[in-house]
């Protein structure tokens, strides 16, 4: 019986190392010393490589590997699209400074399946103008596109995006796709050249002074399902023409409009049931 027992353990640890093979054989990868990396049409990858040991015997039970798009020599340049996979498997993400201080990139596609964008991934591209982000990102951190990004134009996005485009000097519109689901606190605060704001999927809040001194924002149509504006919202918005209410919206915040003073007419709904202080000071209409 100790043998039969000794035999089922063998075959079970030959079997679960077969399997961590196969595991990483999916991006043609059986390098278990940590990572390697590849390019391929001008986009060089990393691939981490993590095991996973036998507690007792210290065996390598399994092997996982990822694929990031990593910094090169030389850097980036021109238009790129990052692919969702390459010859040698699924990406996995961009790495942390993975097109950092690419002077000569100006735009970039990141396709639909990538999760990841590490920190200070974009920063310094000075030359990017537009970049896609699809809803597949779940993960990314706050300094991958603030720093540096003085030329950035145009940016299209399906997740909630946190305060990343703040104060992005030259950013004239946003597309906002399905995925996002907030306009979070100072989401584009003082971005001053910020002109179109289009809203594909369904926004449901609109967090305070998201929009606060957007001085080139002419018109903007508050989401339907929106049942509030918040603290200075609007502030300083002193292009803004016109806002065209959703008939949820029940509070307008203190200043939410202040100094918008192109604002010259403006329907407030029923639905409203409080207005903020001075949250139309300075504008031509008023309450």
Not at 123 to 130: D, G, I, Q, R, V
Not at 193 to 216: D, H, P, R, W, Y
Request: negative net charge; proline residues 2%; hydrophobic residues 35%.
């Amino acid at each position: 019986m100790k043998y039969v027992k000794l035999l089922f353990l063998l075959l079970t640890l030959a079997s679960n190392i077969a399997n961590a093979q196969i595991d990483c054989a999916i991006g043609n990868h059986n390098d278990t010393k940590g990572h390697e990396e590849f390019i391929e049409n001008g986009i060089k990858y990393r691939i981490d490589v993590h095991e996973e040991k036998d507690i007792i015997t210290m065996e390598t039970i399994s092997h996982t590997c990822a694929i990031y798009v990593t910094r090169k020599d030389g850097g980036y340049s021109g238009d790129i699209t990052i692919p969702a996979t390459t010859s040698k498997g699924k990406v996995k993400g961009i790495g942390g400074t993975a097109f950092s201080g690419s002077t000569e990139l100006t735009s970039v596609i990141v396709s639909d399946g990538i999760e990841e964008i590490g920190l200070n991934a974009f920063s310094n591209c000075t030359a990017l103008k537009e970049i896609y982000l699809p809803a597949s990102v779940t993960e990314i951190t706050s300094g991958s596109f603030v720093s540096g990004c003085t030329a950035l134009e145009k940016v299209s996005i399906g997740f909630n995006f946190g305060k990343i485009f703040k104060n992005l000097p030259a950013l004239k519109e946003i597309i906002l796709n399905k995925g996002v689901t907030e306009i979070t606190e100072e989401a584009f605060y003082s971005c001053s050249k910020l002109e179109k704001v289009e809203i594909v999927g369904s926004i449901n809040s609109i967090g305070q002074k998201a929009f606060m001194e957007c001085t080139s924002l002419v018109e903007f149509t508050i989401p339907a399902n929106v049942e509030s504006i918040g603290q200075s919202t609007f502030n300083g918005c002193s292009s803004l023409k016109s806002i065209v209410f959703g008939n949820r919206i029940k509070s307008i915040g203190d200043n939410a409009f202040n100094n918008c003073k192109s604002l010259n007419s403006i329907s407030i709904p029923n639905s409203v049931e409080t207005i903020g202080v001075n949250a139309f000071y300075g504008c031509i209409w008023k309450p």
